[in-house]
């Protein structure tokens, strides 16, 4: 066995190790520090100070987001040059802040992107050429939320970046996405990394929606590591627990401009990464914290995923399907505008156990989760699907009340009956589109299953449906390396934010929970080894509204004062 491989199998261990280590039992939760330090409560927001802000536009709404949300999918708008107007829009549904809320004495931001206890670890990089009406120079620069504006970090010289992005059609821009572990860690220990994780998933469908919106597509860049993505994005130099951690690339590209069998590629050598080293960058990153809790296994599970070498040439998603096959029912737009879907959702924080979903409604949300069958959605993703659904169906009308299976590719379905229980029923249920993959595995009530599962929470109970994402684990880690672990929640994560979306869409809402028992949904299925494991949880449902809690504006803070303190 060489040495090359011997590295290998010592990542997948660890990646395992840690999986396992970070699981929540019937018995006793994954480590964390078991109670909230106010005092070390990491800063929401990440400021390079003294860097150059360039603020966006605002002023987009009239002009972008009301479009009806179905018509992303029925009838998506044609490529937008790419200016100030539409980079901000590009920003404005997709990572900027939606709202705040106020309730007594306390004061909090809520953000497109939604996170896991609001922590928000996700950080954003662009890098690109001139911008029409916004700069003259091609730059490397970091979206500040708070603002919603562009710190430059770095001016390229002249032709670096049309030899970087000599690999990319006219119009393209690249985004990076990195995770400071930290803020994550402050609530949640060590199970920190699926979260940060997870949040990279919300956040690339919240890039793909935004990008659909301006005729655009998010294509990733899959041939560079986390080193070199940190070098790339200027934040190399970082150490520590608020560092941020290199996690992916993406190219924005106008829709149908690259063929869907061709990654996009950044020409770039290793001269142009030692020039970058050397560079004089723009400002400092803000402190977050005064002090930090230390969890070793982070750093432990993060130096498995670093250096991932990713295989070339694996499958993207096929076209869509045309719109003509949908049924009737989901090729009617509903009344919702982009600004009410993307900007106005909001994570329930409890169900009100009576609000049921109607079954158009119910299949048309699995059509749009089906990567086949949305592909255009899933393609910043760059390999075959991993992820099959669980469902726990309370109330919805004309569905019976089970335990369902979504098979989200072809052979998932046969790979699955292999591991489950021998007992399920494997039945189409009545009505439903035969492209879908969608069987009921066992008739009955799960109301109480789903919420002791999912940590004893009600919320899992009390909405229209609840949802564990399975993951295809033991297999895709052996087939693809340890890269593949972080992926996998990256996964989930995209598809829950489309279910975010669909259910703002319907009128109801719903919440991702990161909390549930790994193996007791393991267990409840037949699942006796590490072929599948569970990634992420999910409910939709009618909120419940928390009347004491006010909301404010996303950017009333924007005073001018306020605007021109920011500038020096």
């Not at 330090?37 to 002009?63: C, I, K, M």
């Not at 924005?252 to 063929?259: D, E, G, H, K, M």
Request: glycine residues 8%; hydrophobic residues 40%; aromatic residues 10%.
């Amino acid at each position: 066995m060489g040495t090359r491989q011997v590295e290998r199998d010592r990542f997948l261990e660890r990646v395992t190790l840690y999986h396992d280590q970070t699981k929540h039992g019937t018995q006793s939760y994954a480590r964390s520090l078991g109670r909230l330090d106010w005092a070390t409560q990491p800063n929401p927001f990440r400021h390079y100070q003294g860097a150059p802000l360039l603020l966006l536009s605002q002023l987009v709404e009239g002009r972008f987001g009301r479009l009806a949300y179905d018509e992303l999918f029925l009838n998506p708008p044609a490529p937008r040059t790419l200016n100030r107007e539409s980079l901000s829009a590009f920003f404005f549904y997709s990572l900027a802040l939606s709202a705040w809320k106020v309730s007594g004495q306390s004061r909090w931001a809520l953000r497109v992107n939604p996170s896991s206890g609001n922590l928000h670890p996700t950080e954003a990089h662009l890098i690109a050429g001139p911008i029409e009406g916004f700069t003259d120079v091609s730059m490397i620069a970091h979206y500040d939320s708070y603002y919603h504006a562009l710190e430059k970090r770095l001016e390229l010289c002249p032709g670096e970046w049309n030899q970087l992005s000599g690999g990319l059609p006219e119009g393209s821009f690249v985004v990076g996405l990195t995770s400071i572990y930290w803020r994550e860690s402050w609530k949640y220990g060590e199970r920190a990394f699926r979260y940060c994780q997870h949040d990279i998933g919300h956040a690339l469908g919240c890039l793909q929606i935004a990008a659909s919106l301006l005729g655009w597509e998010v294509r990733s860049i899959d041939h560079l590591d986390s080193s070199q993505i940190e070098t790339l994005l200027g934040v190399q130099d970082q150490d520590g627990p608020e560092k941020e951690h290199g996690a992916c690339l993406l190219a924005i590209v106008p829709r149908a401009s690259l063929p869907t069998s061709r990654a996009p590629v950044l020409q770039c050598s290793e001269g142009f990464f030692h020039t970058l080293v050397h560079r004089e960058w723009a400002g400092r990153p803000n402190v977050l914290s005064q002090k930090h809790y230390e969890w070793p296994i982070l750093s432990f599970v993060s130096e498995a995923i670093a250096n991932f070498d990713w295989a070339p040439g694996l499958p993207l998603s096929p076209p869509n399907l045309a719109v003509s096959v949908l049924p009737s029912t989901m090729r009617m737009a509903r009344p919702k505008t982009v600004s009410e879907v993307v900007r106005g959702r909001r994570s329930a924080v409890a169900m009100d156990g009576e609000t049921s979903l109607a079954a158009d409604e119910f299949y048309r949300l699995l059509w749009r989760l089906h990567p086949d069958l949305n592909a255009d959605f899933f393609r910043g993703l760059p390999f075959e699907c991993h992820t099959a659904m669980v469902l726990f169906v309370h109330r919805v009308a004309g569905v019976p009340p089970g335990l369902y299976l979504f098979c989200r590719s072809h052979d998932q379905g046969a790979k699955l009956e292999e591991v489950l229980r021998g007992e399920f029923e494997w039945t189409v249920p009545l009505g439903c589109p035969e492209e879908l993959n969608l069987v009921l595995l066992k008739a009955g009530d799960f109301q109480e299953c789903s919420r002791t599962v999912s940590c004893h929470q009600s919320i899992a109970a009390d909405g229209a449906f609840a949802v564990a994402l399975l993951a295809e684990f033991s297999g895709a880690l052996k087939e693809r390396g340890a890269g593949i672990y972080p992926r996998l929640f990256w996964e989930a994560g995209c598809a829950g934010q489309l279910i975010y979306l669909e259910a703002e869409a319907a009128g109801l809402s719903a919440t991702g929970i990161g909390c549930y028992f790994d193996d007791a949904v393991h267990q409840l299925l037949g699942v006796e080894d590490h072929s599948w494991q569970c990634v992420y949880h999910f409910t939709l449902g009618g909120r419940i509204e928390d009347r004491r809690v006010q909301g404010l504006d996303a950017y009333s803070h924007l005073t001018p004062q306020v605007v021109a303190e920011s500038t020096t």
